[in-house]
């Protein structure tokens, strides 16, 4: 008899419940299941299913993984808490690149990147293998990063019945593995290594814009993706279209198509240059056309500045109409935006999100605050930047925090200063919010489509609803009773930067949650 495997979707959970990005399904877990079902009985639930089954339902199963990004790790260590001692326990996801994860959850292993080739040789050794942390009481030992696989998993598309929720939700399927930013930051990293001007990985060509001799990784600095999942690769056409058909059989109605940078997709194998080639238009257009024309609502994720014009944006704009889209500005200092490594020009962003938003797409801007290297000087740059790219049409201006990412460029650095310990970080934090609350007045008013979906966590009387092409949750008054069905609303004033409030108009359809809910894959949860 086969062991049994239980795959945790912990992603965002944090301390028990996700607060944030609640209407997106990631792809990972759904991938290391599959990747797995051959050899193992293999079942798939989320965090917050388990919590409502009972942490103790991780008993029955020979091996538990959790999936996890930085901050999850005390979820991960709650369901290893309730295994048995001979339980084999892994992690995977963001989170685990950080060898300190292993021993705040008590995993026996961490999978680093790409699991393709790494889980099913750890499930069958038990020890350490070619990337996986493995812990050998408090101590971790790292046989060293395995090259990385062209494989991709070939995805089972009925591991989306694990999420009660897809049905409103953006379930995002993989398209490019890795990241072709070959560039490094030319910051002082904290142990003394420094960027010596070879010029490798803005001038190199092919693999040779991969090697640095100062051993910097690839990439913006805050990012880990390029070094830990490598240049970036397409997955194949045929594959994408198999498993965005088979979510929409199983009742998915948005799909994102997911990768560090969508207009990398059939561009090179194995890209490490950020700017050449340009955009391969007949794979997008193929890839569009054919995913386009099985999903109600189709988004893609991220754009870099560098490789988008003209003929590019019209495509997106003709199969993603009216849909959010993602561009990384991160500072308004052009002199930081390229020692932080990134491998486009503030002008360059700022032309994207207006030509984003001229062909019908709703441009997100996306920055940093508390990045190394900032200054008041960037600070007030950034807000300029900020204020400039509403102006060209961004709808939303999104702000993060800096905070370390192991196998990153800047993993060892401090977090940033928080707005209410540093006047730059306050600055940046401040303007962000005043602009999206201008920009969601500008809404009140208007009418859009929305999935009620849940009810609000913090006032159980009412619902949320979830915009069906994207942006902020709409909360409406005494509308639980409409969970699960899909909406025409009103927007009637501005609740937060990041909720506003709203009325029914119309109900446009009733969906069938109980029946979406009842088909699970057999497992043993519950």
Not at 45 to 59: F, P
Not at 76 to 97: E, K, L, N, S, Y
Request: net charge positive.
């Amino acid at each position: 008899m086969s062991q049994s495997v239980l795959v945790v979707d912990a992603l965002g959970a944090g301390k028990g419940c996700r607060t944030r990005s609640r209407d997106v399904i990631g792809a990972g877990p759904r991938t290391v299941a599959s990747l797995l079902e051959n050899d193992y009985e293999v079942s798939l639930i989320t965090y917050e299913d388990l919590q409502k089954l009972g942490l103790n339902n991780v008993m029955d199963y020979d091996i538990v993984g959790v999936s996890i990004m930085t901050g999850d790790e005390r979820a991960a260590r709650r369901v290893f808490d309730h295994t048995w001692p001979q339980t084999f326990r892994f992690i995977g996801g963001p989170g685990a690149a950080d060898p300190n994860a292993l021993l705040k959850t008590g995993a026996d292993a961490a999978v680093i990147g790409e699991a393709e080739e790494t889980l099913p040789e750890l499930l069958e050794e038990r020890g350490p293998v070619r990337g996986v942390c493995f812990r050998r009481g408090t101590e971790v030992d790292f046989p060293g990063p395995r090259p990385i696989s062209r494989r991709f998993t070939r995805v089972n598309p009925e591991y989306i019945r694990a999420y009660s929720n897809r049905w409103a939700a953006r379930v995002y399927v993989e398209i490019v593995r890795g990241c072709s930013n070959s560039c490094r930051t030319t910051l002082e990293l904290p142990d003394g290594r420094k960027c010596s001007g070879c010029g490798n990985c803005r001038e190199g060509e092919g693999g040779e814009r991969w090697e640095c001799p100062e051993g910097i990784p690839p990439g913006c600095g805050f990012c880990s993706v390029p070094s830990i999942f490598g240049p970036a690769r397409s997955r194949p056409l045929n594959e994408v279209v198999r498993e965005v058909r088979g979510l929409v059989r199983e009742g998915v109605r948005r799909v994102v198509l997911s990768a560090s940078d969508v207009l990398d997709y059939g561009r090179d194998d194995l890209l490490t240059d950020p700017r050449t080639p340009l955009p391969n238009v007949e794979a997008l257009r193929r890839l569009l056309r054919r995913t386009s024309k099985h999903v109600d609502v189709l988004f893609v994720e991220n754009v870099k500045a560098c490789l988008l014009n003209r003929e590019v944006a019209e495509l997106l704009g003709e199969y993603c109409r009216g849909t959010s889209v993602s561009v990384g500005v991160e500072t308004g200092d052009p002199r930081l935006l390229r020692a932080i490594g990134k491998p486009y020009t503030l002008k360059e962003a700022l032309r994207a999100i207006r030509t984003l938003r001229r062909v019908g797409l709703r441009p997100h801007a996306y920055f940093v605050y508390g990045l190394p290297g900032q200054t008041m000087r960037s600070a007030k740059l950034t807000v300029k930047a900020m204020k400039r790219a509403v102006e060209m049409g961004a709808e939303k201006i999104t702000v993060y925090r800096f905070r370390p990412i192991p196998a990153s460029a800047f993993g060892d650095f401090p977090p940033g200063p928080s707005p209410r310990n540093d006047e730059a970080s306050r600055l940046i934090a401040d303007t962000a919010r005043r602009l999206n609350e201008a920009l969601k007045r500008r809404m009140v008013g208007k009418r859009i489509r929305v999935y009620v979906a849940e009810p609000d966590l913090r006032h159980p009387r009412d619902a949320i609803g979830w915009p069906v092409k994207g942006g902020p949750k709409v909360r409406l008054k005494g509308s639980r009773e409409l969970v699960g069905t899909e909406c025409e609303v009103e927007i009637t004033g501005v609740v937060s930067d990041k909720v506003v409030s709203g009325k029914v108009v119309k109900i446009l359809e009733e969906i069938d949650v109980e029946a979406l809910e009842g088909r699970g894959i057999p497992s043993r949860v519950g």
